[in-house]
């Protein structure tokens, strides 16, 4: 899809997207870790994060077409492009900075076979890390990285 094509989308609410986005399962475990891990490690305080089960996360899972239930990928907003999968984890890793960015080697293994690897923990993810009984929370610290 175009950059900032969910601008013109009615069904997806107004929000701010002049920072990178990551829109996460907040009930999963492993995801929730992964929120976790980028509030830590964002140094420069670049990330946002959004829970998929917000409104504004469903509308933009199904702006995708993507399931809105049941998240087979997180999503990396950037400059209005959405990145998914291993692709998305790069570039969020890449963000980072140093020592993170040093993930993007994986770009020398096919994006096919890296996602094919994403693709079987996204469907154990919750069979293997578990799931909350509610939603992430952000820290109050951290809550102006939040949307939604």
Request: aromatic residues 14%; hydrophobic residues 45%.
């Amino acid at each position: 899809r175009e950059a900032f094509s969910y601008r013109t989308d009615a069904a997806v609410p107004e929000f701010r997207d002049d920072h990178p986005i990551i829109i996460f399962d907040g009930k999963c475990v492993l995801c929730s870790g992964w929120a976790r891990f980028v509030l830590r490690h964002d140094r420069k305080r670049r990330f946002r994060l959004l829970a998929a089960q917000s409104a504004l996360g469903t509308a933009l899972y199904a702006h995708y077409g993507l399931d809105p239930v049941s998240y087979e990928t997180n999503i990396l907003l950037d400059d209005g492009r959405a990145w998914f999968k291993s692709e998305g984890t790069i570039r969020m890793f890449e963000h980072l900075g140093f020592p993170w960015r040093l993930v993007t080697v994986a770009r020398v293994v096919p994006q096919a076979l890296r996602d094919r690897l994403y693709n079987v923990v996204a469907r154990n993810r919750l069979r293997w890390f578990g799931s909350r009984a509610t939603c992430f929370l952000p820290d109050p610290a951290d809550a102006d990285r939040f949307l939604g």
